[in-house]
Nanobody, 121 residues
Framework: QVQLVESGGGLVQPGGSLRLSCAASGSIFIINDMGWYRQAPGKQRDMVAVITSGGSTNYADSVKGRFTISRDNAKNTVYLQMNTLKPEDTAVYYC???????????????WGQGTQVTVSS
């Protein structure tokens, strides 16, 4: 069984910073892409940032220059450093990982439970 556990959300004032973490655990053979997605009330879930196993990154236009995604492959963990936060960044943030649990099994997408980020004065 694979689990993704997120941490680091909370309430922050506009212009502030937060760092999200997501650790994968359980039966893991290979982890490919890891990423962060967010969903605001009444809206669809959108990609925020993705990082490949080799370290290549891709960001949504709305967060470029403010957010940085990174990963520690030894710890099976992905991070999202969020700076200069804006009220429109308020959402539930989810991490996702493409994981092959063991040899012979296919790659599957696994999601974390989500962590709330609220940007408000």
């Amino acid at each position: 069984q694979v689990q993704l556990v997120e941490s680091g959300g909370g309430l922050v004032q506009p212009g502030g910073s937060l760092r999200l973490s997501c650790a994968a655990s359980g039966s893991i053979f290979i982890i490919n892409d890891m990423g962060w997605y967010r969903q605001a009330p009444g809206k669809q879930r959108d990609m925020v940032a993705v990082i490949t196993s080799g370290g290549s990154t891709n960001y949504a236009d709305s967060v470029k220059g403010r957010f940085t995604i990174s990963r520690d492959n030894a710890k099976n963990t992905v991070y999202l450093q969020m700076n200069t936060l804006k009220p429109e960044d308020t959402a539930v943030y989810y991490c996702k990982a493409e994981i092959k649990p063991r040899i012979g099994r296919p790659l599957n997408n696994y999601w974390g439970q989500g962590t709330q980020v609220t940007v408000s004065s």
